[in-house]
T-cell receptor, first 111, second 116 residues
Framework: TQLLEQSPQFLSIQEGENLTVYCNSS?????LQWYRQEPGEGPVLLVT?????EVKKLKRLTFQFGDARKDSSLHITAAQPGDTGLYLC???????????FGKGTSLLVTP | GAGVSQTPSNKVTEKGKYVELRCDPI?????LYWYRQSLGQGPEFLIY????????DSGLPNDRFFAVRPEGSVSTLKIQRTERGDSAVYLC??????????????FGEGSRLTVL
């Protein structure tokens, strides 16, 4: 099992602030995915990154895949209360079967 | 509905009892996953089906846990002799493509299991 470590574990910020959360591993991944989960619901896919060094933007969210394909980051610009949730990274390793998740970053954005 | 459906949404049982959790995936999705999520943690992989067969069951914690998908659609996760440590939300997800192609996983809302 490829271990994915996410940091910070918790983050509480005010509306309008910027933030970055990280997903790191000692293993190489063929791809990484980011999901967002709200209480009582299942995770919902935000993005998949495949190529080392890749940068993808989704409105105010910017995702980056490390050059060595071992890490990824998610940057949110001008956070809004609707961004509140658990942000999870997930990777498919060498076996190509199990999609393994990190423990997540719990984000709270207050007005 | 069009999404992944899981039943029951909540299950309370006593230690030692047998439990079945059901997952009805999105029609046409060949890949199906079971995960377990404890409070404040990310989903923990349990088992992955491609069609009717379990392609990867390396995440099942012990032989009390078993899952089937006999017709390649609905799946049932079975837990024997439940223990208090089995209490968690059990998530099911389906995908049009298998993990090799990293298709998007569509999750159900989960079945919350509480073992007293």
């Amino acid at each position: 099992t490829q271990l994915l470590e996410q940091s910070p574990q918790f983050l509480s910020i005010q509306e309008g602030e910027n933030l970055t959360v990280y997903c790191n591993s000692s293993s190489v991944f063929s791809s990484l995915q980011w999901y967002r989960q709200e209480p009582g619901e299942g995770p919902v896919l935000l993005v998949t990154v495949v190529t080392g060094g890749e940068v993808k933007k989704l409105k105010r969210l910017t995702f980056q895949f490390g050059d060595a394909r071992k890490d990824s980051s998610l940057h949110i610009t001008a956070a809004q209360p609707g961004d509140t949730g658990l942000y999870l990274c997930a990777g498919v390793g060498g076996s190509g079967y199990a999609l393994n998740f990190g423990k997540g970053t719990s984000l709270l954005v207050t007005p | 509905g069009a999404g992944v459906s899981q039943t029951p949404s909540n299950k309370v049982t006593e230690k030692g009892k047998y439990v079945e959790l059901r997952c009805d995936p999105i029609s046409g999705h060949t890949a199906l996953y079971w995960y377990r999520q404890s409070l404040g943690q990310g989903p923990e992989f349990l088992i992955y089906f491609q069609g009717t067969g379990a392609a990867d069951d390396s995440g099942l914690p012990n032989d009390r846990f078993f899952a089937v998908r006999p017709e390649g659609s609905v799946s049932t996760l079975k837990i024997q002799r439940t223990e208090r440590g089995d209490s968690a939300v059990y998530l099911c997800a389906s995908s049009l493509q298998g993990a090799i192609n990293t298709g998007e996983l569509f999750f159900g809302e989960g079945s919350r299991l509480t073992v007293l």
